[in-house]
């Protein structure tokens, strides 16, 4: 496993992450249109927005915490059991802070 690239990986998709936040929230701090009919098709979209804002901050929290722990040396040992993550868990979860068997436990 590759640290340097998982941890450039890691830095694209937070830069990635944090650029459409900021989009996000200017849309979402825009002002509602007058009419109601626009007004309920904002407020559906708004309802869309507030949920992915939500999971992209929870991905940007985790993204986080793996940077921590490659900084710490700590990066693919899981933080329940200690255990090896896998290299295979880790290319598709590259910010997963569980094994497999942990991360069973914990959904």
Do not use: W
């Not at 825009?30 to 009919?37: F, K, P």
């Not at 040396?73 to 068997?101: A, H, N, S």
Request: negative net charge; aromatic residues 2%.
């Amino acid at each position: 496993m590759n640290i340097l690239e998982i941890k450039t990986e890691l830095e694209d998709r937070r830069r990635g992450l944090e650029k459409r936040l900021t989009l996000i929230d200017t849309d979402l701090s825009r002002e509602l249109d007058d009419d109601s009919g626009d007004r309920a098709i904002e407020t559906e979209n708004d309802e869309v927005l507030i949920g992915l804002e939500q999971s992209g901050r929870e991905e940007l929290k985790a993204i986080h915490s793996a940077l921590d722990r490659i900084e710490k040396g700590d990066f693919g040992r899981c933080v329940l059991c200690g255990g090896d993550i896998g290299e295979l868990r880790l290319k598709v979860l590259p910010f997963t802070p569980y094994c497999i068997e942990c991360s069973r436990v914990t959904a």
